[in-house]
């Protein structure tokens, strides 16, 4: 074969590995499909060097894996609170799971489950893949920490992406409302530090209020609540107390306009009012869920107490 032959083939197979890169790229994220195609532009003008590059980062990534997960921007915290979604079965079972593991030491079982987790729906089980962050096997809490930098990626990326096409059509009641819902569910997880979850939860505001100001019945009394909940979390007591006004007038006697002023009084230290609530709450004749039977066993004492 001669060396003309030889430098033909060389440049066909670069050309094709440099085409399939380019293929391969559309398939990917955005953050992904960038890298990717950068790569095939390199290895299209760069023979034979660019594919040895490459080549030599997938092994060195490979081997110093553990390494490379950046966990600045993901939240340790142990203390993390009780998020208000509705609950999911799923999900009750496999924190459970999680927890058992780990607390029986199952070191096995525990990286089992964490790749079963990760197969099934890595983002609606958040909270058993952060449970896992305390994991003592370096191996599980890699997984953790891995899944939980992805999903925070996706979810700061497909915030950023609705924000914008909301921001140009701001009485789309459909986009609003799935943009809205988006970030109740991301910041439930809590997965963030304390001042990005704060940064969200105001743009999370942000996005009620303007669908209070374009679609205002379109907004629910659990959309107060939420908002109520989250102010209240960093002890944002006037905002939250808006939000509670604004459920009172637009979506009065319902359950969870009642919440959020539970939660309001609570919060606060208004305890007389939280009590008058109560009394109010039980004569008003509306359908109490379990946390509100639980507030009546629990605090209805009190109110009989303070009367006498």
């Not at 034979?48 to 030599?56: D, K, M, S, Y």
């Not at 939240?75 to 999900?91: A, C, G, V």
Request: hydrophobic share 45%.
């Amino acid at each position: 074969m001669s060396h003309a032959t030889q430098v033909f083939w060389i440049l066909a197979i670069n050309t094709l590995l440099a085409v399939i890169l380019l293929v391969v790229s559309f398939f990917l994220s955005e953050r992904h499909r960038k890298s990717l195609a950068l790569d095939a532009v390199l290895v299209l003008f760069c023979p034979v060097i660019a594919p040895l590059f490459l080549l030599c980062s997938i092994i060195v990534g490979y081997l110093t894996r553990e390494q490379q997960v950046d966990t600045a921007d993901i939240s340790f915290d142990k203390t993390r609170e009780k998020n208000h979604l509705p609950p999911n079965l799923q999900m009750e079972r496999n924190f459970t799971s999680v927890e058992d593991a780990m607390s029986f030491s199952d070191i096995p079982e525990l990286r089992h489950l964490m790749i079963d987790i990760l197969k099934i729906d890595r983002r609606s089980n958040l909270s058993s893949v952060a449970l896992a962050l305390d994991s003592d096997d370096t191996e599980v809490s890699h997984y953790a920490a891995s899944a939980l930098q992805d999903a925070l990626s996706e979810f700061r990326s497909t915030t950023q992406k609705m924000q914008t096409v909301l921001l140009h059509t701001p009485e789309d009641v459909e986009l609003n409302l799935q943009l809205l819902d988006y970030l109740f569910e991301g910041l439930s997880f809590q997965f963030m530090t304390d001042v990005e979850q704060r940064t969200y939860i105001y743009i999370a505001d942000d996005v009620a209020q303007n669908l209070y100001d374009h679609n205002i019945w379109y907004m629910l009394a659990q959309h107060y609540l939420r908002m109520v909940c989250l102010l209240l979390s960093i002890r944002d007591y006037d905002r939250a107390r808006q939000w509670c006004e604004r459920a009172k007038v637009c979506r009065p006697e319902e359950l969870d306009t009642y919440k959020a002023y539970f939660h309001f009084y609570y919060d606060t230290g208004q305890h007389e009012q939280f009590l008058q609530l109560l009394e109010k709450f039980m004569q008003a004749g509306v359908k109490a869920d379990q946390e509100t039977l639980n507030l009546i066993r629990l605090f209805r004492p009190l109110k009989f107490a303070a009367k006498e």
